[in-house]
């Protein structure tokens, strides 16, 4: 018997339960989605939380439905079943559900709340790989799949869990695949359907979970939707957003409105053969999809279907809060200019010249996120959580709603870019300390953080902050409360690649169309070959071209040398990845301060482990007195240090006078 005792007040057993309507499109046949979840607390148990989501109600008016539980819940036993009422506020139409709650989760299971137990994405490092440039198996100069598999044992080594991989699907490769014409094909420069198998059966030898990228917003204009689309398939037609043209006072045909591409120009193609424009908010060959067809939503859950069916362990998702445009039907079926960003730091063809009032951030992308959460979690049943991490660079509060709404979940890890957007090489402690308080005050308190320093669609972290800075970097993504991110090439402190104009091949530098400028768009030399040793294109391939240059400099900075050496990035960040493991890095509370205009400074501790990471952004000498922190006294011993800190494992300080050198990263432990 386990007695169930009230929470927040409401009701008594269970809380009211929360109840959400969520009806995505107008159809003849309207699908009510309802998310419960109940809150129930035994007195010698942690809370339990009893989730019952998406019943699907079809053929009901489109209003709210409230659920109240109406039985007696003082005695609740096993495999006690709770009547749940669910009735139509207006209509007063009752249906009455009988639903088993299965209450195993209370026999046995005692825990302190803060040692509740962690899933396994809440623990691990997620790497990210960019196929193309990771490790090339057949010499022609790209990366592929069997290229990856090969290198498994190193990721493994680093102490990751985790690989999440850019796009890896057919593609026509305008935009390096994340212009997919084939969402349920590998791309054939990548390889085949069987080498992703065979990938995914080494990482699962390995203990390795692999993370898929998903690119819903656009399809390749090569893709069979499209092709159909243009030859007249109704079905496919509706795939995509059409808009007629304006003819202007001499004639000319002009876009339907000012709306701008990311990579410059109008985010409008004309076909002749519609007779209409097509929107891409991307490049011209990544046409949008339209998520108000309801058949565009089934299609991307089946892809997610598909993927989540071969072993994968999730998603990120790319470019999500773009998803949706505003309904032009609130602006009388015409889709609105947008308004001037006021920016003057850009001219007038770029993306950033318009403020994104219509074509971002709109309401209903929060909620496909939520549904999709629900495709993961179909396949939960077999014990294993699909993690979800979208791509979104937004205000915070827009960032953390991808999280859920009350108790509608969401993705897991809406990716924190703080110390991507934030922060650089010259920010103070000050500037640091509040970056990373920023995803921490925001996010919902019973989330998990995540960091992220960089990716394939930014500088690499070394270039961004110095490569000095590398170690104390990596000390932050993987020390901080919360999930840690690693883009390939942070662990030896990868820095971009110089990538000349003729060399350049990303559509975000071409359509720059400026061979001086160009550099400050071009992503491509955050995306040159990865470095593993001195031969021949740093081992990354044997071809005699690569399809980006190798970064100079590779002959020192690769992995081979890291591994050969006593003391380097690569080290550090093993040592960091073990660490993180310890319970302080795990439950263990944190609290941080900016020291002086130079050091920043957090602990982390559970009950008696008190850890002290302390990270001076600039070349200055400084002594800090970490008795600042309540119950921190006496000396500690230095755990690992930055490269070229000239301490050595094991030193003991004074706590109250700690000497911090230039660029210094050091990890301390009470002692
Ligand atoms: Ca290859
Ligand atoms: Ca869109």
Request: proline fraction near 4%; charged fraction near 25%.
């Amino acid at each position: 018997m386990h007695r169930i005792t009230p929470i927040s007040g409401v009701g008594r057993g269970v809380t009211r339960p929360h109840y959400a309507s969520y009806v995505p499109y107008t159809s003849d046949d309207i699908t009510t989605y309802f998310f419960f979840k109940f809150q129930v607390s035994c007195v010698s148990h942690p809370p339990i939380q009893i989730v019952i989501k998406t019943l699907k109600i079809s053929h009901l008016d489109n209003t709210l439905y409230n659920v109240v539980y109406i039985n007696d819940t003082d005695n609740v036993d096993n495999h006690s079943v709770l009547n749940i009422e669910v009735f139509n506020n207006s209509k007063n139409m009752k249906a009455v559900f009988l639903l088993p709650l299965f209450l195993l989760a209370c026999s046995g299971f005692i825990a302190k709340n803060n040692d509740r137990e962690l899933d396994w994405w809440e623990t691990t490092i997620f790497y990210q790989i960019y196929p193309r440039s990771f490790a090339d198996s057949d010499g022609d100069g790209i990366g592929d799949l069997n290229g990856i598999t090969s290198k498994l044992e190193y990721i493994k080594d680093l102490g990751v869990g985790a690989i999440w991989l850019s796009p890896m699907f057919q593609s026509p490769m305008y935009d390096f695949g994340y212009d997919i014409s084939d969402f349920y094909a590998v791309h054939d420069e990548y390889g085949t359907m069987e080498d992703f198998d065979a990938l995914i059966a080494r990482a699962d030898e390995l203990g390795i979970k692999v993370v898929l990228d998903l690119v819903p917003n656009h399809t390749s204009n090569e893709s069979v939707w499209f092709q159909e689309a243009l030859n007249g398939n109704e079905k496919y037609y509706n795939y995509f957003v059409w808009e007629d043209g304006i003819i202007d006072e001499d004639g000319n045909r002009r876009p339907p409105n000012n709306w701008l591409s990311h990579f410059r120009g109008s985010a409008w193609e004309y076909r002749e053969e519609i007779g209409k424009y097509y929107l891409h908010q991307f490049v011209v060959g990544q046409p949008d999809l339209n998520y108000r067809n309801p058949e565009v939503v089934e299609e991307m859950n089946n892809i997610i279907r598909f993927w989540l069916g071969k072993g994968v362990a999730g998603f990120r998702v790319d470019a999500v809060n773009c998803l949706f445009e505003v309904d032009k039907e609130l602006f009388g079926g015409v889709y609105p200019d947008e308004p001037p960003s006021g920016r003057i730091d850009v001219d007038p063809g770029s993306h950033d010249s318009l403020s994104h009032i219509y074509t971002k951030d709109q309401n209903e992308t929060y909620y496909m996120v939520y549904q999709w959460r629900d495709v993961f979690d179909e396949f939960k049943s077999d014990g294993f959580t699909r993690v979800m991490m979208t791509e979104v660079y937004a205000s915070i509060q827009d960032v953390v709603r991808y999280f859920g709404e009350g108790h509608i979940e969401g993705a897991q890890m809406p990716f924190n870019f703080d110390l991507i957007t934030d922060v650089d090489a010259s920010s103070s402690a000050a500037d640091i300390k509040r970056a990373v308080d920023k995803f921490l005050t925001y996010k919902p308190v019973d989330k998990d953080a995540n960091w992220v320093v960089g990716n394939h669609d930014n500088s690499r972290m070394a270039t961004r902050y110095g490569s000095a800075l590398v170690d104390g970097i990596n000390m932050l993504v993987l020390l901080l409360p919360g999930v840690a991110v690693t883009y390939m090439g942070e662990e030896i402190g990868l820095v971009d690649g110089y990538v000349s104009w003729e060399d350049t091949v990303d559509p975000a530098g071409c359509n720059t169309n400026d061979p001086i400028n160009y550099v400050q768009s071009s992503r491509d030399p955050e995306r040159t070959p990865f470095q593993w040793n001195a031969e021949k294109n740093a081992g990354f391939s044997t071809a005699d071209k690569t399809w980006l240059p190798v970064a100079d400099g590779y002959e020192t900075l690769n992995v081979e040398v890291q591994m050969a050496v006593e003391r380097s990035h690569l080290k550090v960040y093993q040592f960091l990845a073990k660490l993180r493991q310890e319970k302080a890095f795990r439950y263990g509370r944190y609290e941080s301060v900016a020291m002086n205009q130079d050091v920043f400074v957090f602990r982390r501790w559970y009950n008696n482990d008190t850890y002290i990471v302390v990270l001076n952004m600039r070349d200055n000498e400084h002594v800090v007195d970490l008795t600042y922190f309540e119950n921190v006294s006496g000396e500690a011993a230095v755990l690992v240090r930055s490269i070229q800190s000239l301490k050595n494992d094991g030193d003991v300080f004074d706590v109250s006078a700690l000497p911090v050198a230039g660029f210094e990263g050091l990890v301390l432990k009470l002692v």
